[in-house]
């Protein structure tokens, strides 16, 4: 079955950095894009990154550009989060998604499979 495992979340302090990385297993991930989700404490999980098919287009929230980068090695079925310049509101838990479109989506329903979800912290 699909499968996304992700890992590299943590506790880091405000303006430090973080890199997350997901893999994926049970399909092919390479003709389409990847996508990082982010949900806070008592909130809707919102969109924050997507990156294309093969990693020529990428599109990011308001709330990360300039500070965030994702990146995707297709092949090692990949994608990755960095995460620079954070912030105590970057407190969330992450998801990565991989979407059934090749293009920039920030449309939740064209992703159908996800991660578990990794911690990260940003304490002030």
């Known amino acids: 079955q699909v499968q996304l495992v992700e890992s590299g979340g943590g506790l880091v302090q405000a303006g430090g950095s973080l890199a997350l990385s997901c893999t994926g297993s049970?399909?092919?991930?390479?003709?389409?894009?990847w996508g990082w989700f982010r949900q806070l404490s008592g909130k809707e999980r919102e969109w924050i990154a997507t990156?294309?098919?093969?990693?020529?287009?990428?599109k990011y929230a308001d709330s990360v550009e300039d500070r965030f980068i994702i990146d995707r090695d297709n092949a090692k079925n990949t994608v990755y989060l960095q995460m620079n310049s954070l912030k105590p509101e970057d407190t969330a838990v992450y998801y990565c998604?991989?979407?059934?479109?090749?293009?920039?989506?920030?449309?939740?329903?064209?992703?159908?499979?996800w991660g578990q979800g990794i911690q990260v912290t940003v304490s002030s």
């Open positions: 998604a991989a979407a059934t479109v090749a293009w920039t989506s920030m449309d939740s329903a064209d992703f159908d499979a």
């Open positions: 049970g399909r092919i991930f390479s003709d389409n894009s």
């Open positions: 990156i294309n098919w093969n990693g020529g287009r990428t």
